[in-house]
């Protein structure tokens, strides 16, 4: 894990105005999932929701905190550190609003070795009295479609509610295990804060699993509805969990100077956050790296899904399922078109970018058809959802795209050739000049039958000046001017530039007194 930049913390990407619209700050979240430190690497997307007041915000500075501390076994903190980070207060009235991650990603191994960047994000608490239906339904899903873990943080007690609330979401994932035969959400960690019932389940995941086994039993004589949840949830959710939380303790909840230092915090809420953390952080678990379609992917591809979802909600009602797989599907080419032209971008930009010197055309052009080669393989290669068609679609997106890239690069190359633009008309008339004088010469020394060649050499020169200076001037034949920039480019690097270096060098040494200098 690395070190956090000093000016690391919360930034709001989704925005709820006053009349319960929502906006993505696409600007924002792009800096975060466009961080040096993810670029490349596979994602995990660590998120916690649930009811308003909570502890959410709260919860969510113990997870910074482990994350920050680079498994150290004291990364809990020191006794009278006040808890920072994500923004938590005591009170009534609702804080959070929105979603907001954390701003830099943070680096783990998994169990290979490979590296990835994990985020944090944190939600708006739900049905407070300001926020809607939708609102909350909104987030919830974007929560859940997003992230490869979500901590859903209840109340004392998993009741019927918090179930049904994941009812439309079981809809939605039943239709996608249908379609592609791989369940839509990963982990789902039920985190029971204030759990009362010590004295009859343990807190921890062994208490957890013991309640959540005991809700999710389908009996006789059950409503339709309440079956149908129970039986979807576990075959929606690959992974399931559920983790009891013993109260924090009344100088947490009745102060209002409590800041959150830990010797204000009851002994079992610490033990039990070392139990629950580590755990919630764990590399070796299968559902940690987020996947979509069975594929594990990257933070440019979260991008990607993150926009088609908000897209989706944007109409300000409730998607229906089969709206949401559609989307998925889309989002899902859309990803593999993020990754393909950023593996082209990248590719170019190490030979041709702004820092890198002028290369002659051909060599571009080369470049370019491998590179563009080696992008479309990979957008082909790509699990993609959707079928054939809608995947032809993006790739001819994909295809104009990287067509006007390349374009691009064509142009600012040629802006790189001020030096390139003289060379040819230089190698030219210094040919010309050169061939006049030996010819002058050899006339002299009673050699004027081989003067031919040298006058055919003028003359060849002369021609193809004036070709290119037609070219360059009107515009027309530019490929014929790329050839004479190539011959001239063939002389002055084997003909002109050694003698030119040779003479250089010599006077060099003329003038310093040594013969040392290179
Ligand atoms: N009862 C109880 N209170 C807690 C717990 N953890 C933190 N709190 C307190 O709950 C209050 C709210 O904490 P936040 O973290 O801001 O809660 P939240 O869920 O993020 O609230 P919103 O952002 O408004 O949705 C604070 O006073 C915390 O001290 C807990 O486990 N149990
Ligand atoms: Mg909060």
């Not at 680079?70 to 979603?99: C, V, Y």
């Not at 209840?154 to 996608?176: K, P, R, T």
């Not at 003909?495 to 003329?510: D, K, L, N």
Request: proline share 3%.
């Amino acid at each position: 894990m690395h070190q956090q930049s000093p000016t690391a913390g919360p930034v709001q990407i989704v925005t709820i105005t006053p009349d319960h619209k929502f906006i993505l700050d696409e600007k924002k979240l792009k800096e975060i999932l466009y961080h040096r430190r993810a670029q490349g690497k596979k994602i995990s997307l660590v998120s916690i929701a649930g009811d308003f007041r909570k502890g959410k915000s709260f919860m969510l500075d113990f997870f910074l905190r482990y994350l920050r501390a680079k498994n150290q076994k004291e990364w809990i903190g020191k006794e009278s550190e006040p808890l920072k980070g994500f923004d938590w207060r005591g009170g009534a009235g609702r804080h959070t609003t929105g979603m907001i991650m954390w701003s830099e990603p943070f680096l783990m191994s998994l169990p290979n070795g490979e590296e990835i960047a994990v985020l944090l994000m944190d939600t708006q608490g739900t049905f407070d009295s300001n926020s809607t239906v939708f609102e909350n339904a909104f987030i919830f899903a974007l929560t859940l479609l997003v992230s490869s873990v979500t901590v859903y943080n209840i109340m004392h007690n998993l009741q019927e509610d918090n179930l049904q609330h994941l009812s439309f979401f079981a809809e939605y994932g039943v239709l996608a295990l249908d379609a592609y035969h791989t369940s839509p959400f990963q982990q789902l960690t039920f985190l029971v804060r204030d759990w009362q019932f010590e004295y009859e389940t343990p807190y921890g995941f062994h208490g957890g699993e013991e309640v959540l086994t005991n809700r999710l039993q389908i009996r006789p004589n059950q409503h339709h509805d309440l079956e149908l949840v129970r039986s979807r949830l576990r075959q929606c959710f690959r992974k399931v969990n559920c983790f009891l939380m013993p109260h924090p303790g009344l100088k947490v909840t009745n102060r209002r100077e409590f800041d959150g230092r830990l010797e204000d915090i009851e002994k079992d809420f610490k033990t039990q956050l070392h139990s629950f953390i580590p755990e919630l952080f764990r590399s070796d678990n299968a559902n940690f790296v987020k996947e979509i379609n069975g594929e594990q992917i990257t933070s440019t591809q979260l991008f990607e899904y993150f926009r088609t979802y908000c897209a989706v909600f944007a109409s300000g009602e409730l998607p229906s399922p089969k709206a949401m797989l559609e989307a998925t599907a889309e989002a899902n080419n859309l990803a593999a078109k993020a990754v393909s032209k950023e593996f082209y971008t990248r590719a170019m930009e190490q030979h041709c970018g702004g820092d890198r010197p002028y290369i002659h055309p051909n060599q571009l052009d080369a470049l370019h058809q491998e590179v563009h080669r080696q992008s479309i393989e990979k957008f082909r290669c790509a699990r993609k959802m959707g079928g054939e068609e809608m995947s032809q679609t993006y790739l001819q997106d994909l295809e104009n795209e990287l067509a006007e890239q390349y374009s691009n690069y064509k142009k600012h190359n040629d802006s790189k050739n001020v030096f390139a633009f003289s060379r040819t008309p230089t190698t030219f008339i210094s040919c010309m000049v050169l061939c006049y004088i030996i010819a002058g010469l050899l006339d002299a020394v009673w050699l004027g039958g081989i003067n031919f060649i040298f006058m055919f050499a003028f003359w060849l020169c002369f021609v193809l000046l004036s070709m290119w200076l037609y070219t360059k001037y009107s515009g027309d034949h530019a490929e014929i001017g790329e050839y004479i920039d190539y011959f001239a480019d063939v002389i002055w690097v084997h003909g002109f530039h050694p003698v030119y270096s040779r003479c250089i060098r010599s006077a060099m040494r003329s003038v310093l007194g040594h013969t040392k200098v290179e």
